[in-house]
């Protein structure tokens, strides 16, 4: 199963009949236990034998470390009076705070209900095909029940190991960890080696390994937001969650497809306050189901609409020879990619709003902007925004740091804002793809940033001499939006073509010189 119209209208249907019926209290173990098994019903369906069923428990099981790693280093089981909320005296990081015994029972009680879950969705292989939740026959309970005891025993183990350790040298070598897995499951030729092993592992043949048979549903998403928790954890501003929540945050099912990279913090409010909202909010119904209803034409009625021969793809790509078609091939392509994704956003953040969860916005009319800057400000804003928490902003104060007498003299700040955008945009081309073509694409951003930041600081006050010129200041904003809609689309040439070859070959028919 993908995340097509039929999936949205039964994940709709479910918030409905949870915004309707489920009280309050039960809020949010409905939304775990419903984002749980999501997970294994949008998985589509993989080669291997058990991937598409074992995949998700993998998803789970690395959520349950993401949690046990992120949580403060040490914890004072302490039970407040009754009636009492739960006292944490340390919300920054510190080495100690008071949680509630009720707190401790709620972890290990969510660690077995998504186990017996687990459990019962492998009950699924005695089912017949038409009528599974699961993307392929699963394995049988008895091998499930097993491989969780030798996981459980395995975690066990290393729990023990990494309590004698520096906590922050722990979440280092955890992020490093969950970096070292992301390549793994990102770039193609590790994927096309371990599909290959696990096809020698289960008797099939193993000359027919190739990437896809790993398709790893939402890893991208999940990864991220494990590594903002141990990052937070690292300095100190992480809030404590519970296993409950801590899955809720990194599974909740309207996101896990296609984002957004929310922030935990801020979900956790959200999620705090589940057992306050009305069942029957007209406000949060009608915004909710509006959201889902601009997502629906935006990707089911434009995107799908576009990507009836209206958009470029690489077998257009290599049959189009007038330079003229290319260009509006490619123009549509650009909103092919808007109107998808962007649909696939405002699907998300209705659904998450019936829920009573307020996703954060991921776009905000980007192909409006006049210049790179402010593309990238409204373009995948939460990829951006956690590129430049984790990336941009700490790379360029640790290079600042290191601007001594005596330092290098090409530590300048040109050169730390060059390397900066380098390395923040090659991250996020990698995100998408592990490949030359990513990687050019995260380059060819770098580089307009860097140069729009150049120019701008270079022409800031001639800019604000425009500012009471009213015609001047149209003609150059006009002029900044035609540039930047030619920079980006011209960029999508590298995000789509599979090979640079294939890449340059486009660009050349573009200006009219056919290969």
Same mark, same amino acid.
């Given at each position: 199963?993908?995340?097509?119209?039929?999936? %949205?209208?039964?994940?709709?249907?479910?918030?409905?009949?949870?915004?309707?019926?489920? &009280?309050?209290?039960?809020?949010?173990?409905?939304?775990?236990?419903?984002? #749980?098994?999501a997970?294994?019903?949008?998985?589509? &369906?993989?080669?291997?034998?058990?991937? +598409?069923?074992?995949?998700? !428990? *993998?998803?789970?099981?690395?959520?349950?470390?993401?949690?046990?790693?992120?949580?403060?280093?040490?914890?004072?089981?302490?039970?407040?009076?009754?009636?009492?909320?739960?006292d =944490?005296?340390?919300?920054?990081?510190? @080495?100690?705070?008071?949680?509630s015994?009720v707190?401790?029972?709620?972890?290990?009680?969510?660690?077995?209900?998504?186990?017996?879950?687990?459990?019962?969705?492998?009950?699924?292989?005695?089912?017949?095909?038409?009528?599974?939740?699961?993307?392929?026959?699963?394995?049988?309970?008895?091998? #499930? *029940?097993?491989?969780?005891?030798?996981?459980?025993?395995?975690? *066990?183990?290393?729990?023990?190991?990494?309590? =004698?350790? &520096?906590?922050?040298? #722990?979440?280092?070598?955890?992020?490093?960890?969950?970096?070292?897995?992301?390549v793994?499951?990102?770039?193609?030729?590790?994927?096309?080696?371990?599909?290959?092993?696990?096809?020698?592992?289960?008797?099939?043949?193993?000359?027919?390994?190739?990437?896809?048979?790993?398709?790893?549903?939402?890893?991208?998403?999940?990864?991220f937001?494990?590594?903002?928790?141990?990052?937070?954890? @690292?300095?100190?501003?992480?809030? $404590?969650?519970?296993l409950?929540?801590?899955?809720s945050?990194?599974?909740?099912?309207?996101?896990?497809?296609?984002?957004?990279? +929310?922030r935990?913090?801020r979900?956790?409010?959200d999620?705090?306050?589940?057992?306050?909202l009305?069942?029957?909010?007209p406000?949060?119904?009608?915004?909710g189901?509006w959201?889902?209803?601009?997502g629906?034409?935006?990707?089911?009625?434009?995107? $799908?609409?576009l990507?009836?021969?209206?958009?470029?793809? &690489?077998?257009?790509?290599?049959?189009?020879?007038?330079?003229?078609?290319?260009?509006?091939?490619?123009?549509?392509?650009?909103? =092919?990619?808007?109107? $998808?994704?962007?649909?696939?956003?405002?699907?998300a953040?209705?659904?998450?709003?019936? !829920?009573?969860?307020?996703?954060?916005?991921?776009? $905000?009319r980007?192909?409006?902007?006049?210049n790179?800057?402010?593309?990238? @400000?409204?373009?995948?804003i939460?990829?951006?925004? /956690?590129?430049?928490?984790?990336?941009?902003?700490?790379?360029?104060?640790?290079?600042?740091?290191?601007?001594?007498?005596g330092?290098?003299?090409?530590?300048?700040?040109?050169? %730390?804002?060059?390397?900066?955008?380098?390395?923040t945009?090659?991250?996020?081309g990698? /995100?998408?793809?592990?490949?030359?073509?990513?990687?050019?694409?995260?380059?060819w951003?770098?580089?307009?940033?860097f140069?729009?930041? @150049?120019?701008?600081?270079?022409?800031?006050?001639?800019?604000?001499?425009?500012?009471?010129?009213?015609?001047?200041r149209?003609?150059?904003?006009?002029?900044?939006w035609?540039?930047?809609?030619?920079?980006?689309?011209?960029g999508?040439?590298?995000?789509?073509?599979?090979?640079?070859?294939?890449?340059?070959?486009?660009?050349?028919?573009?200006?009219?010189?056919?290969?």
């Amino acid at each position: 199963m993908t995340l097509n119209l039929w999936a %949205i209208l039964v994940i709709g249907l479910a918030a409905v009949v949870y915004a309707a019926l489920v &009280p309050g209290r039960w809020r949010g173990w409905a939304i775990l236990l419903g984002s #749980v098994v999501a997970l294994f019903w949008l998985q589509a &369906p993989l080669a291997p034998r058990y991937a +598409d069923f074992l995949l998700p !428990c *993998a998803t789970i099981a690395i959520g349950v470390a993401g949690w046990w790693l992120s949580r403060p280093p040490r914890r004072a089981f302490m039970a407040p009076a009754p009636g009492q909320p739960i006292d =944490r005296d340390d919300q920054t990081g510190g @080495q100690e705070f008071t949680i509630s015994r009720v707190y401790v029972r709620d972890d290990w009680l969510t660690l077995l209900i998504i186990l017996t879950l687990i459990l019962g969705l492998a009950l699924f292989r005695y089912v017949g095909v038409d009528f599974r939740l699961t993307a392929s026959r699963p394995p049988s309970p008895l091998f #499930v *029940a097993v491989t969780a005891l030798e996981v459980g025993l395995v975690f *066990a183990a290393l729990a023990l190991i990494l309590r =004698r350790l &520096p906590h922050r040298a #722990v979440l280092t070598g955890a992020i490093v960890a969950f970096v070292l897995l992301f390549v793994a499951a990102k770039y193609p030729p590790a994927t096309a080696f371990i599909a290959g092993w696990w096809r020698g592992l289960t008797g099939q043949d193993v000359t027919l390994a190739a990437p896809s048979d790993l398709a790893w549903l939402g890893f991208s998403y999940v990864a991220f937001r494990i590594i903002h928790t141990l990052r937070d954890r @690292q300095t100190g501003i992480l809030p $404590d969650l519970s296993l409950r929540a801590y899955l809720s945050y990194i599974l909740f099912a309207p996101a896990i497809v296609a984002g957004p990279i +929310d922030r935990a913090e801020r979900f956790l409010l959200d999620y705090q306050n589940l057992p306050l909202l009305r069942a029957f909010d007209p406000a949060r119904w009608g915004l909710g189901l509006w959201r889902i209803g601009q997502g629906l034409f935006k990707k089911f009625v434009i995107a $799908d609409t576009l990507a009836q021969g209206l958009s470029l793809t &690489p077998t257009l790509a290599a049959q189009t020879e007038g330079a003229g078609a290319l260009w509006l091939l490619l123009f549509g392509y650009g909103l =092919r990619l808007y109107f $998808d994704f962007g649909g696939y956003t405002d699907i998300a953040i209705g659904l998450g709003i019936l !829920c009573g969860i307020r996703l954060p916005e991921n776009f $905000d009319r980007p192909y409006t902007r006049s210049n790179i800057t402010a593309f990238w @400000q409204s373009w995948h804003i939460t990829l951006g925004n /956690w590129a430049r928490f984790y990336i941009f902003t700490p790379l360029s104060r640790a290079l600042l740091r290191r601007r001594k007498p005596g330092a290098s003299p090409l530590l300048t700040p040109t050169t %730390i804002v060059l390397t900066s955008h380098l390395a923040t945009m090659i991250v996020i081309g990698l /995100w998408h793809g592990i490949s030359w073509n990513f990687l050019i694409w995260g380059l060819w951003h770098a580089a307009g940033l860097f140069i729009h930041k @150049q120019w701008s600081d270079r022409t800031r006050k001639w800019y604000r001499g425009l500012q009471g010129r009213p015609w001047p200041r149209r003609i150059w904003a006009a002029t900044g939006w035609a540039l930047t809609i030619l920079f980006v689309m011209l960029g999508w040439v590298w995000f789509l073509m599979p090979t640079v070859d294939g890449a340059l070959a486009v660009f050349m028919k573009l200006v009219g010189v056919s290969g």
